[in-house]
T-cell receptor, first 112, second 112 residues
Framework: NAGVTQTPKFRILKIGQSMTLQCTQD?????MYWYRQDPGMGLKLIYY???????DKGEVPNGYNVSRSTTEDFPLRLELAAPSQTSVYFC???????????FGSGTQLSVL | ELKVEQNPLFLSMQEGKNYTIYCNYS?????LYWYRQDPGKSLESLFV?????AVKQEGRLMASLDTKARLSTLHITAAVHDLSATYFC????????????FGKGTSLLVTP
């Protein structure tokens, strides 16, 4: 099993550009999440999804959008990139509420 | 708002010594998770603790959960250099699609 796959691994954006971070999982998990990790700050929840067609905002959703058209895919869209969005982004999934979270390998994004 | 606090945030210890990392959380929960992150890497699940009094051990690491005190501990026995990493504890949120709420992490450095 590939688990949770994220692309790209690294990206540099100019202020105002847009991009989509891809995330796909092959474990048939209903629950999927996007987190961002800033140095010394732990992980902050951006958006989450409890199944195909259902998404909702997390703690820090401003400047981002998501969609969940299939169980497998949960892309994160950045519109009008800002330097404050420089971070490492992790996609994660889990089967249910009492099981561990599986993480992708992360995307390191710099906005200059 | 659920808060998860870890201490210490930084820990330098000698090989062969024992130490404990503490994780306090602010709301009732009987599910707590420990993760390890190596520099530049993703998060790897270490332990899933699902009830009061749960204790799990893997090699030189042992985790426990006291839901009444809202406290989990990660005990390191006879530390070795390979344990150098950042350790995160996390608690299930009751909303946000069972997203995990993470502490800021404990950066552990084991020196000769």
């Amino acid at each position: 099993n590939a688990g949770v796959t994220q692309t790209p691994k690294f990206r540099i954006l100019k202020i105002g550009q847009s991009m989509t971070l891809q995330c796909t999982q092959d474990m048939n998990h209903n629950y999927m999440y996007w987190y961002r990790q800033d140095p010394g700050m732990g992980l902050k929840l951006i958006y989450y999804s409890v199944g195909a067609g259902i998404t909702d905002k997390g703690e820090v959703p401003n400047g981002y959008n998501v969609s969940r058209s299939t169980t497998e895919d949960f892309p994160l869209r950045l519109e009008l990139a800002a330097p404050s969005q420089t971070s490492v982004y992790f996609c994660a999934s889990r089967r249910s509420g009492n099981e561990k979270l599986f993480f992708g390998s992360g995307t390191q994004l710099s906005v200059l | 708002e659920l808060k998860v606090e870890q201490n210490p945030l930084f820990l330098s210890m000698q090989e062969g010594k024992n130490y404990t990392i503490y994780c306090n959380y602010s709301t009732t929960s009987d599910r707590l998770y420990w993760y390890r992150q190596d520099p530049g890497k993703s998060l790897e699940s270490l332990f899933v603790l699902l009830s009061n009094g749960a204790v799990k051990q893997e090699g030189r690491l042992m985790a426990s959960l006291d839901t009444k005190a809202r406290l989990s501990t990660l005990h390191i026995t006879a530390a070795v250099h390979d344990l150098s990493a950042t350790y995160f504890c996390a608690v299930d949120t009751t909303n946000s699609g069972y997203a995990l709420n993470f502490g800021k992490g404990t950066s552990l450095l084991v020196t000769p």
